[in-house]
């Protein structure tokens, strides 16, 4: 199984910039796709930025020339840098990891969820 670490939540003044980590571990798999997501308190979880492999990047329109995702496949690890925050931007980080563990004799694809660093954007 692969398990998402995310690092870097915290308290920030709106207008002020955080960056998330995210740690994919495991043995024998390759990545297909990490991204992040947010969960804000009586709200659905929703897609913040996704880095598919050898795909497009997409945002979510509210964090378009805000945010930025990039990876380094060397260390398994996705990273959200976050500028210009806002009091919106409130919410539950999760990063989120596709991926496919290669056997001997089989590959089994899948998904994972890291637990989720809580940002707060608050005067």
């Known amino acids: 199984q692969v398990q998402p670490v995310e690092s870097g939540g915290g308290l920030v003044h709106p207008g002020g910039s955080l960056r998330l980590s995210c740690v994919a571990s495991g043995s024998a798999f390759g990545i297909n796709a990490m991204a992040w997501y947010r969960q804000a308190p009586g709200k659905q979880r929703e897609l913040v930025a996704e880095?598919?492999?050898?795909?497009?990047?997409n945002y979510a329109d509210p964090v378009k020339g805000r945010f930025t995702i990039s990876r380094d496949d060397a260390k398994n690890t996705v990273y959200l840098t976050m500028n210009s925050l806002k009091v919106e931007d409130t919410a539950v980080y999760y990063c989120?990891?596709?991926?496919?563990?290669?056997?001997?004799?089989?590959?089994?694809?899948?998904?994972?969820w890291g637990k989720g660093p809580l940002v707060t954007v608050s005067q």
């Open positions: 989120y990891v596709a991926f496919c563990t290669i056997a001997v004799r089989s590959t089994t694809c899948g998904d994972s």
């Open positions: 880095y598919p492999s050898g795909g497009s990047i």
